[in-house]
């Protein structure tokens, strides 16, 4: 599929529920249409999950979870599910957070769309994520930061006001030129 047509689509199938309250989380999609609807979806889960929290059994039997909120969570994974697989393998491709990847595969054995859903016994109250994204970039490569060690100086040259030095900085794997200035400069 087309990447811009699936986000199109995608904005297209939220477009009632649409909303940028979560927009900051997901400032590092440089598509303003993904970052609307990782948002929305955001804002999805975060409604649904609450509202079943709210319904938790207690004891050893289920609990009912309106129809209504079963649908939207229902609507939430799909279009996830959805979106993820759209977007493998592009430069937005994204990584679900493991707590709530496990969450969605969990609701996911229990969830009806028609007359709500039973909420299965020993089901535990729900981290909502308000400050956290839920989606990541997974192509996003973490910078290690450098390690401030000496590196040997190679003599090059000079010239009237500086002497020039080579040499290998070990993070980067490049070759780096140094041009210092001579202590009697003025």
């Not at 981290?127 to 090059?156: D, G, N, Q």
């Not at 140094?178 to 400069?185: P, Q, V």
Request: hydrophobic letters at 35%.
């Amino acid at each position: 599929m087309d990447l811009s047509n699936l986000i199109e689509n995608m904005y297209r199938s939220l477009k009632y529920d649409l909303t940028n309250e979560y927009e900051k989380l997901y400032s590092v999609f440089e598509n303003d249409r993904i970052k609307i609807i990782l948002s929305t979806l955001h804002s999805l889960f975060v409604a649904s999950f609450g509202a079943m929290s709210s319904r938790l059994p207690t004891g050893d039997s289920g609990a009912h979870f309106w129809a209504n909120s079963s649908r939207d969570l229902i609507k939430a994974i799909e279009c996830t599910k959805q979106l993820q697989k759209g977007l493998k393998e592009s430069r937005y491709s994204l990584k679900i957070d493991d707590y709530y990847r496990e969450l969605i595969s969990k609701c996911s054995e229990f969830l009806c769309d028609t007359e709500g859903s039973t909420i299965p016994p020993g089901m535990e109250k729900i981290e909502l994520y308000y400050t956290i994204p839920i989606f990541k970039l997974e192509a996003v490569i973490e910078k290690e930061e450098p390690s401030l060690t000496a590196c040997p100086l190679e003599f090059i040259g000079e010239g009237s006001y500086a002497c020039v030095y080579k040499y290998k900085d070990n993070f980067y794997q490049k070759n780096f030129i140094l041009k210092r200035a001579k202590s009697d400069l003025k």
